[in-house]
C-alpha cells in the first residue's frame, strides 16, 4: 500500500510542473487570454504524454486560468471585469489583515526581509514583469511573516487566480512608481508597529491596484472593439520552454 501511494504522488508531479510552467507563462500573458492550448502541440514541445498535457490543463481549469469546452478542447480564460473586482476586493482584506498581522510581531529579522523585498522592488521598477514578480514575492512573505499558516495559504492560492490582473495594474512606470511608494509607506508602519496603518496602507495598495487595473482592462477593451488587439501570445512551444528534468 505504502509503495502505491508514494508512486502514485510520483507521477502527479509531471502534470503539477507542467501546470505551474503554463501558468507563470499565462500570468505573464505569454499565452494571450482566449488562445487555444492543443495538447498535441504541448505534448510534443514538453516531450510528455496527452494525458499528462490532460492532467495539468485540468489542474489549471481548478486555478481557473484554463477553460476546458467539451469537444473544442481548452483554451486560456478570459480576463473578466466582474472577477478581477471581486478577487481583488477580498484579497484587500486578507492582506491587510496579514500585514496588520506583521506590524503586531515585528523584529529585526521581519525588518530585514521586508527591506530586501523592497529593494528588489526599486531595482525592477523600470520593469513591468520583473516587478509584478518581485510585487508577487513581497506579498508571499507578508503573509509568511504573519505567523498565520491558514492566512498564508488563502493568499497563496489566490496568487494563482490573481496574478495576470494584479501584473494589469502595473503597466505603466507611473503606477509602478506610485506602487514603489506605498510599498515604502507599509514597510515603514510595519516597523513601527503601527498595525492600523499598515493594515490601512496594504489595502490602499490592493485598491489601487484594483483601479489601475480596470484602467487597463477597459483600454484592451476599447483596442478590441476597434479590431486592434493589444498584443497575441505566442504559440506555447515558443514562449514556455522545457526544462531539462
Known amino acids: ?20 510552467r503554463l501558468a507563470a507563462a499565462i500570468i505573464e500573458e505569454q499565452l494571450a487570454p482566449g488562445e487555444r492550448l492543443k495538447e498535441v502541440d504541448l505534448g510534443r514541445s514538453f516531450g510528455v504524454s496527452r494525458a499528462t498535457v490532460r492532467e495539468a490543463l485540468r489542474l489549471l481549469e481548478q486555478r481557473c486560468l484554463v477553460t476546458i469546452v467539451p469537444q473544442r478542447g481548452a483554451q486560456v480564460t478570459k480576463l473578466e471585469r466582474r472577477e478581477l473586482e471581486d478577487l481583488f476586493e477580498i484579497r484587500a482584506v486578507l492582506l491587510g489583515l496579514a500585514s496588520k498581522r506583521v506590524a503586531r510581531i515585528h523584529s529585526p529579522a521581519t525588518g530585514a526581509v521586508l527591506s530586501a523585498g523592497l529593494a528588489k522592488l526599486k531595482a525592477a521598477v523600470d520593469d513591468g514583469t520583473t516587478y509584478a514578480r518581485a510585487s508577487a514575492d513581497l506579498v508571499a512573505e507578508v503573509a509568511r511573516l504573519s505567523g498565520n499558516l491558514q492566512l498564508a495559504a488563502y493568499v497563496a492560492d489566490f496568487a494563482l487566480r490573481i496574478g495576470r490582473y494584479a501584473r494589469l495594474g502595473l503597466a505603466t512606470p507611473e503606477r509602478r512608481a506610485r506602487s514603489l511608494a506605498t510599498w515604502g509607506r507599509l514597510v515603514r508602519a510595519i516597523a513601527a508597529g503601527d498595525e492600523e496603518k499598515a493594515e ?10 484594483l483601479v489601475a487595473a480596470l484602467a487597463e482592462l477597459k483600454r484592451r477593451e476599447r483596442l478590441a472593439h476597434a479590431g486592434r488587439p493589444p498584443g497575441r501570445g505566442r504559440s506555447p512551444a515558443r514562449a514556455v520552454r522545457p526544462e531539462a528534468p
Do not use: Y
Not at 1 to 20: C, E, F, H, K, V
Not at 200 to 205: I, M, P, S, V
Open 200 to 209: 490601512a496602507l496594504h489595502r490602499q495598495l490592493s485598491t489601487e491596484n
Open 1 to 20: 500500500m505504502d509503495a502505491i501511494t508514494i508512486g502514485s504522488a510520483l507521477t502527479r508531479t509531471l502534470p503539477l510542473q507542467l501546470a505551474d
